[in-house]
């Protein structure tokens, strides 16, 4: 059977008035002004939105129970329609009486303390009643209590009538709390329970309280974060008992903090498919809290095989070869090295990996000293050993032996909320590399490694409500050659490159060059889209002998639809530069995102279209959008 269906479409009805009968209170300009707050297009273009203006209702009754409406009644919308294709959206209101705050009532406190509270609250004796913020305010008197120490707080008459008493006949309203402060508490000691592998020291390290320290929700919860942050624990409670009278309202607590352990070696394996990688997977043995101090060891094992090889260059992409790309690595890390804040975190890898113009095995080994010198700022240096063989190269000066040997310090100030999902805050971080012989760089006659590196990220999130956040990300990144002088020959003559400018002793390697790619990627464009200079030859195309810049902005509304769903839209833009920076150069992209949290940050999906399609070296257009995956979080 084929159902066939004829669809007549008609045309979009036309919003030609709006009627509010039984208003006195507000005026009918003012209530068309909410409309904006629908957010709806077609009622922005007056046309009808009959699911918008249902929604209506809700807004108009929020506006006058904040203006101490309680009785409100609104009925409708009602729509009229014309033979003319418009209409008429009409509601009809019964306002009620307006209601005032007669007296709030705070018993249990003495006149300080009630004067403080009464401050904070958003009604107000003698004030017009704000029906939406009479719960907030309740919950506002108890917190201003816990933040003072008193955490033991509570509301005695919480689900009384006497609470919140409207009297009817005066238009008026009474507010009464009755409160048991209970005791303001102070540190005086702690207690570990649950700890069965965990040495208690561990523990002790970040409990770093003072006696008769006041304890406040704020403290507590902080403390809490910090033990969770060190990876070893499923769940923390912190509970205060208070131990000893200290006269007056003062009373000394003992913490009793409660943890549950993680197993301590986990096994993880990640199969999965990347598009620019390929087919892959990934193996983890991870030895966490060894000798229940803890201290971690990592050996890790990932391998691809890709089945685009658009990442290389055009002669290696037209020859067609693959082969199997892999890595290892062996990681440790000591948290507290000799009983210091210092971390300490020592690596040894080994891979065997493709890149835009040669293929390479690179062997590292790195050592890492890292401090948190207050809760905003931490501090680290590391210290890298590179030897690399690069093979199969289009251009010869790729190919051979390299040796690096860097420095790269680096300092952080974080403002953040949340490291693992923020709403608000900034993290700046400012890392600065350098590589020369002094640090068993390679240094011969025809080839000298020195060079610096200079990298600056900021993550900005300024929130628009508690629901939605703006994120901002701008990252800047310079390298220099070091090793200018030009190289001659045996008879005297300037050596000169392929494309006629002298060849100086020393490059920035290949592998070090800038490419953007991981977080800095633009999306909406593949990694040899965005890796192209103004003239359309991909970066790595070029010797870098005096200096690269790259330049990565990305802003993006966010919706927190609850603890684990983030919905976003996107701009990003970037580039890559030789010798200077051109911002007025930049590529843009722009898209949607979709994250799901997870522990470690968000799996991010997103899809990204070009806002200008650009040609590359042999003319042709590029790809109109394209579509992300990535792990972490801006």
Do not use: C
Request: charged fraction near 25%; hydrophobic fraction near 40%; aromatic fraction near 12%.
């Amino acid at each position: 059977l084929v159902y066939y269906f004829e669809i007549h479409e008609g045309r979009k009805v036309a919003v030609t008035d709006y009627d509010f009968t039984g208003i006195t209170f507000f005026s009918r300009k003012r209530i068309l002004s909410w409309l904006e707050t629908l957010n709806s297009s077609l009622v922005d273009r007056n046309y009808v939105d009959e699911t918008a203006y249902y929604k209506f209702v809700q807004v108009i009754k929020n506006e006058y129970l904040k203006n101490g409406f309680f009785d409100i009644e609104i009925h409708g919308p009602f729509f009229q329609f014309t033979e003319s294709n418009e209409a008429v959206i009409s509601y009809k209101l019964h306002e009620g009486k307006q209601y005032y705050i007669r007296t709030i009532t705070i018993k249990g406190l003495d006149a300080k303390n009630r004067q403080e509270i009464l401050a904070k609250l958003n009604n107000t004796a003698g004030g017009v009643a704000n029906f939406l913020e009479v719960d907030a305010d309740i919950r506002r008197v108890v917190s201003s209590l816990s933040v003072k120490g008193y955490i033991f707080a509570y509301l005695k008459n919480q689900n009384d009538q006497e609470l919140l008493k409207i009297d009817t006949n005066n238009s008026s309203i009474d507010l009464k709390f009755d409160l048991e402060p209970g005791k303001k508490v102070f540190y005086e000691d702690y207690k570990i329970i649950g700890n069965n592998k965990t040495k208690a020291e561990v523990i002790s390290r970040e409990i770093e309280l003072e006696q008769k320290q006041l304890i406040t929700p704020a403290l507590l919860k902080e403390l809490t974060d910090r033990l969770l942050a060190l990876g070893l624990f499923s769940s923390v409670k912190i509970t205060p008992i208070i131990t000893r009278d200290l006269g007056e309202d003062n009373a000394a607590t003992t913490l009793l903090i409660n943890v549950q352990e993680k197993d301590s070696i986990q096994i993880k394996v990640a199969p999965g498919f990347r598009t620019d990688l390929g087919l892959k997977t990934s193996a983890t043995l991870n030895f966490d809290n060894l000798f229940g101090s803890n201290k971690s060891l990592g050996i890790n094992a990932q391998a691809n095989k890709r089945f685009d090889l658009s990442g290389l260059d055009p002669r290696r992409r037209g020859e067609n070869k693959n082969f199997i790309e892999w890595g290892t690595s062996v990681d440790y890390a000591h948290p507290y090295l000799f009983n210091t804040k210092f971390k300490f975190d020592a690596s040894s890898a080994a891979s065997r990996k493709r890149f835009y113009g040669f293929d390479a095995e690179i062997f590292q080994n790195s050592v890492q000293l890292s401090r948190e010198i207050a809760t905003f700022l931490s501090i680290g240096a590391m210290y890298q050993l590179e030897v690399i063989n690069q093979y199969d190269a289009s251009k010869e000066i790729d190919a051979g032996y390299f040796r690096i040997g860097s420095l790269s310090p680096s300092i952080s100030f974080d403002f953040r909320d949340s490291a693992i999902m923020p709403h608000r805050g900034f993290l700046t971080t400012l890392t600065y590399e350098i590589a020369n012989p002094t640090l068993n760089s390679l240094d011969r006659e025809d080839i000298e490694i020195n060079y610096y590196k200079l990298v600056w990220r900021n993550k900005i999130y300024l929130p628009i409500n508690d629901s939605v956040t703006f994120a901002t990300s701008l990252v800047m990144g310079m390298e220099e050659n070091l090793a200018k002088e030009v190289r001659h020959d045996a008879v005297g003559n300037v050596i000169l490159n392929a494309n006629g400018v002298p060849q100086t002793k020393g490059y920035i390697p290949s592998i070090k060059v800038f490419r953007l790619d991981g977080f800095d990627t633009v999306r909406g464009h593949s990694d040899t889209e965005i890796n192209r200079l103004q003239r359309g030859q991909d970066i790595n195309e070029m010797i870098i002998q005096d200096r690269a810049y790259f330049l990565n902005l990305k802003l993006e509304p966010r919706v927190y639809l609850d603890d684990s769903l983030i919905l976003g839209v996107f701009l990003d833009a970037g580039r890559v530069y030789v010798q200077k920076m051109q911002p007025e150069e930049l590529r843009f992209g722009a898209g949607t995102s979709f994250k799901l949290v997870t522990p470690v940050g968000t799996l991010d999906f997103n899809y990204g279209v070009k806002l200008k399609r650009g040609r590359d070296a042999n003319n042709n257009k590029e790809s109109f959008g394209r579509f992300h995956i990535s792990i972490g979080f801006f």
